[in-house]
T-cell receptor
């Protein structure tokens, strides 16, 4: 079965540094998402993306966050100036979507640790 | 908030027993989905039930949906040790849904 691929699997950074998390969604999918999960807690929606623009974003997704689909295959999440509280597992997901939000395919995640 | 809430938060049963997890939500939906997450891994889609459906089966999984009570249940029959994982329900919203909102999850432990 096709997979969503995320790199790196682990990222350690210093507070205030910029990080870019990378994702390769499933090739024929059109809808892309970032979620995050702080250890042991719920999976939180960050942003959805379709047709090269943000469809919806949560309160967490402030101006320190941005997303981009630079080359038609990669989908990236950038955090401009990381904070300690940004430490979490970040999941990318994609969907073919035919109406409403259909089945999401998730990557294995990037564990971000901000020191 | 349309967030789903799973109940119980944790469930521990013996292998071979059935496991039932419940989910409640607050807003109208197009569909409700259940996902599984093994420790430290991504979420895997298990089953989707639409708002006009009341029950759905997939292998050892049975999902029910009661839109009047805004609730759903996931039943895993004849549980196996490999079913040990966290299970999440997720809901969309009818009006221009652009995301799934996940509940807190139920941590299921199957004891051999």
């Amino acid at each position: 079965e096709p997979e969503v691929t995320q790199t790196p699997s682990h990222q350690v950074t210093q507070m205030g540094q910029e990080v870019i998390l990378r994702c390769v969604p499933i090739s024929n999918h059109l809808y892309f998402y970032w979620y995050r999960q702080i250890l042991g807690q719920k999976v939180e929606f960050l942003v959805s993306f379709y047709n090269n623009e943000i469809s919806e974003k949560s309160e967490i997704f402030d101006d320190q966050f941005s997303v981009e689909r630079p080359d038609g295959s990669n989908f990236t999440l950038k955090i401009r100036s990381t904070k300690l509280e940004d430490s979490a597992m970040y999941f990318c997901a994609s969907s073919a979507r035919t109406g409403g939000v259909e089945k999401l395919f998730f990557g294995s995640g990037t564990q971000l640790s901000v020191l | 908030s349309q967030q789903g809430e799973e109940d119980p938060q944790a469930l521990s049963i013996q292998e071979g027993e059935n496991a039932t997890m419940n989910c409640s939500y607050k807003t109208s939906i197009n569909n409700l989905q259940w996902y599984r997450q093994n420790s430290g891994r991504g979420l895997v889609h298990l089953i989707l039930i639409r708002s006009n459906e009341r029950e759905k089966h997939s292998g050892r999984l049975r999902v029910t949906l009661d839109t009047s009570k805004k609730s759903s249940s996931l039943l895993i029959t004849a549980s196996r040790a490999a079913d040990t994982a966290s299970y999440f329900c997720a809901t969309d919203g009818i009006q221009g849904a652009q995301k799934l909102v996940f509940g807190q999850g139920t941590r299921l432990t199957i004891n051999p």
